[in-house]
């Protein structure tokens, strides 16, 4: 079923992001601004080389955890973000449990210390190994008064999808069978097996990340592109122009 994609496309002919433009997609950073800078500079070289035309950087997702230097990865993304409307930026899993705990929820804390989170803390400022002693009330009040306000509300304003001609990007995946106007948010930020087990068409190709594979997971109805940068140190960028689709990657 796909009349619930805005845009029904022929399913006989490969999926197109169309002439008039060239989208580069980034899979999970996880605090690896190091891998970012890498990979940006991999972006402008690619793109010297392709026709003059707009270029949309969609950034999937969960910029935050597991890597030492996620506040400079937010700091660089809200950097992207107002150099232009072509910038897109999704909301990952990572992404809703830091801003609820750095909202001062304890519960949120507890879940942020088991996904990777006081690399979080750390990449603010909170001293190395300073997390193993503090409870998950007190890590929800540091992050409370040490992680800028502005940083917090820019990930939590960030959106769940972005829908670009056959194409929808998202973080996770996507419910099987459900429209996408009636897409539980949580699921587009957190669902796994059932969309990664689904062999049929969602309507448009799906590009999503939270899944880590060794390399680019390409399916018929999906491109996973979690290479596990925060561990591997291989950063994957899918291009698109037209039906056209190439990666580039950081090594690894």
Same mark, same amino acid.
């Given at each position: 079923?796909?009349?619930w994609f805005?845009?029904?496309?022929?399913?006989?002919?490969?999926?197109?992001?169309?002439?008039?433009?060239?989208?580069y997609?980034?899979?999970?950073?996880?605090?690896?601004?190091?891998?970012?800078?890498?990979l940006?500079?991999? #972006?402008?070289?690619?793109?010297?080389? @392709?026709? =003059?035309?707009?270029? /949309?950087?969609?950034?999937?997702?969960?910029?935050?955890?597991? %890597?030492?230097?996620?506040?400079?990865?937010?700091? /660089?993304a809200?950097?992207?973000?107002?150099?232009?409307? /072509?910038?897109?930026?999704?909301?990952?899993?990572?992404?809703?449990?830091?801003?609820?705990?750095? =909202? %001062?929820?304890?519960?949120?804390?507890?879940?942020l210390?088991?996904?990777? %989170? #006081?690399?979080?803390?750390?990449?603010?400022?909170?001293?190395?190994?300073g997390?193993?002693?503090?409870?998950?009330?007190e #890590?929800? %009040?540091?992050?409370?008064?040490?992680?800028?306000?502005?940083?917090?509300?820019?990930?939590?304003?960030?959106?769940? @999808?972005l829908?670009? =001609?056959?194409?929808?990007?998202v973080?996770?995946?996507?419910?099987?069978?459900v429209?996408l106007?009636?897409?539980?948010?949580?699921?587009?930020?957190?669902? @796994?097996?059932?969309?990664l087990?689904?062999g049929r068409?969602?309507?448009p190709?799906?590009?999503?990340?939270h899944?880590?594979t060794?390399?680019?997971?390409?399916r018929?109805?999906?491109?996973?592109i979690?290479?596990?940068?925060?561990?591997?140190? @291989?950063?994957?960028?899918?291009?698109? /122009?037209?039906?056209?689709?190439?990666?580039?990657?950081?090594g690894g």
């Open positions: 079923m796909v009349g805005r845009r029904v496309r022929n399913e006989a002919a490969p999926p197109s992001i169309g002439d008039d433009r060239l989208v997609a980034i899979g999970d950073i996880h605090g690896r601004a190091d891998l970012l800078g890498q940006l500079d991999l #972006i402008a070289q690619d793109v010297a080389g @392709r026709p =003059r035309l707009p270029i /949309h950087l969609v950034l999937l997702g969960d910029l935050v955890d597991r %890597g030492p230097h996620s506040a400079q990865v937010v700091t /660089h809200i950097s992207l973000s107002q150099a232009g409307s /072509h910038v897109h930026i999704l909301k990952g899993n990572h992404e809703e449990v830091f801003v609820l705990a750095a =909202r %001062g929820d304890p519960r949120a804390a507890r879940t210390r088991r996904i990777g %989170g #006081i690399a979080t803390l750390e990449s603010y400022g909170l001293a190395a190994d997390g193993a002693a503090m409870d998950d009330d #890590i929800a %009040g540091w992050l409370l008064n040490h992680v800028p306000r502005a940083h917090v509300d820019f990930l939590d304003g960030l959106p769940d @999808r829908e670009m =001609r056959d194409y929808l990007f973080h996770a995946g996507v419910r099987p069978h429209p106007a009636d897409q539980d948010p949580a699921d587009l930020r957190w669902i @796994r097996q059932e969309f087990n689904h068409s969602f309507g190709m799906v590009v999503h990340g899944s880590i060794d390399d680019v997971d390409e018929a109805n999906r491109i996973g979690d290479t596990g940068a925060w561990s591997s140190g @291989r950063l994957t960028a899918l291009g698109l /122009h037209g039906a056209d689709r190439w990666t580039l990657q950081t």
